[in-house]
């Protein structure tokens, strides 16, 4: 019985091997995407992007492609560091050397087939990022106050102009589900440019207090007029309003009616053609302003005797 099993196994394995000989030595053709490497000095600047890959269809015996495949560095190396201020580079011309390609592999096609290397003044600046950190949070939670990311901006360089336009730049998307606690972690920095601008630092630390959701009722809170003029006064109709605020059960607890500001500027009232007025609610922030009574505020206005 083990004899037939090993007579199995040989025959199996033999025939394998004669499958993958007959196969490997026949000729294909092979779509690869090969990233793109660039080299610089630091006083070079790109001034327009290069492509982050170039596209490339091979012909070879299948032995020759299997090793393309399996190639940890396969990459399209540039140095620019000694080029001209306006360059072309034509990339068939030097895809063979830069992917150390066997001499019986021939490239059928190269997209782009040319990469123009235009250079300008280097500058720097910090710009602020943006968070792309989705938080999707278990009922009856909320996030207290605003996501903290530490560092709050980064140092980008590169082209003068192009880091002219730069406003901000973005944090990899991530999307947390079904969070009811503190969030904290690490996340990357999107560099969308990597070819022609540097930034540091690459990652960010982010931080969300996340608190059981709660409300609280404010009632009887001043309405107070600003700017009035020393010769007149006002009178609103009601004096006080009543607030309801939502929040973290944590935050609510610690905010009290010397932490609310609901006023009225004077040059508002003067203007009103409706005959009310809308007080603005300045609260905490990380509170939220549920509603307000009465929305509305008719008011009088007096000159001072």
């Known amino acids: 019985m083990k004899?037939?099993?090993?007579?199995?196994?040989f025959s199996c394995i033999f025939a394998l091997a004669l499958w993958l000989y007959?196969?490997?030595?026949?000729?294909?053709?092979?779509?690869?995407?090969i990233p793109v490497e660039i080299q610089s000095a630091k006083s070079q600047a790109l001034s327009e992007e290069i492509p982050a890959s170039i596209d490339v269809t091979?012909?070879?015996?299948?032995?020759?492609?299997l090793n393309l495949l399996i190639s940890k560095n396969l990459?399209?190396?540039l140095d620019i560091s000694r080029l001209k201020k306006d360059s072309r580079i034509i990339t068939e011309q030097f895809v063979?050397?830069?992917?150390?390609?066997?001499?019986?592999?021939?490239?059928l096609k190269i997209t782009p087939d040319t990469i123009n290397i235009n250079f300008d003044k280097v500058s720097d600046k910090f710009v602020p990022v943006k968070n792309n950190i989705i938080v999707n949070l278990k009922d009856g939670y909320s996030i207290v106050g605003n996501p903290i990311l530490n560092p709050d901006s980064v140092r980008i360089q590169g082209s003068s102009a192009l880091i002219n336009k730069i406003k901000f730049i973005p944090t990899e998307t991530k999307i947390f589900n079904n969070i009811n606690s503190n969030l904290s972690g690490i996340i990357n920095i999107k560099d969308t440019l990597v070819n022609?601008?540097?930034?540091?630092?690459?990652?960010?630390n982010f931080t969300y207090n996340i608190q059981l959701s709660a409300e609280k009722?404010?009632?009887?809170?001043?309405?107070?007029?600003?700017?009035?003029?020393?010769?007149?006064?006002?009178?609103?109709?009601?004096?006080?309003v009543n607030l309801s605020l939502r929040g973290g059960v944590e935050q609510l607890s610690q905010i009290?009616?010397?932490?609310i500001i609901v006023k009225v500027e004077f040059n508002k009232i003067e203007s009103d053609i409706l005959g009310y007025i809308v007080p603005e609610v300045i609260i905490p922030v990380e509170t939220s302003l549920l509603k307000i009574e009465p929305q509305k505020l008719q008011y009088i206005i007096k000159k001072k005797l």
Do not use: H, M
């Not at 022609?196 to 960010?204: N, V």
């Open 3 to 9: 004899k037939n099993l090993k007579i199995l196994l």
């Open 256 to 259: 009290g009616l010397s932490d």
């Open 196 to 204: 022609i601008t540097k930034i540091a630092p690459k990652e960010i």
């Open 75 to 77: 990459k399209y190396s």
């Open 22 to 33: 007959i196969n490997l030595n026949l000729s294909y053709s092979l779509d690869l995407s």
């Open 58 to 65: 091979v012909k070879g015996k299948g032995w020759d492609l």
């Open 217 to 240: 009722n404010f009632d009887d809170v001043d309405v107070v007029v600003s700017n009035i003029p020393e010769d007149k006064e006002v009178l609103l109709i009601p004096p006080k």
């Open 96 to 107: 063979n050397e830069r992917l150390n390609l066997q001499p019986n592999v021939s490239v």
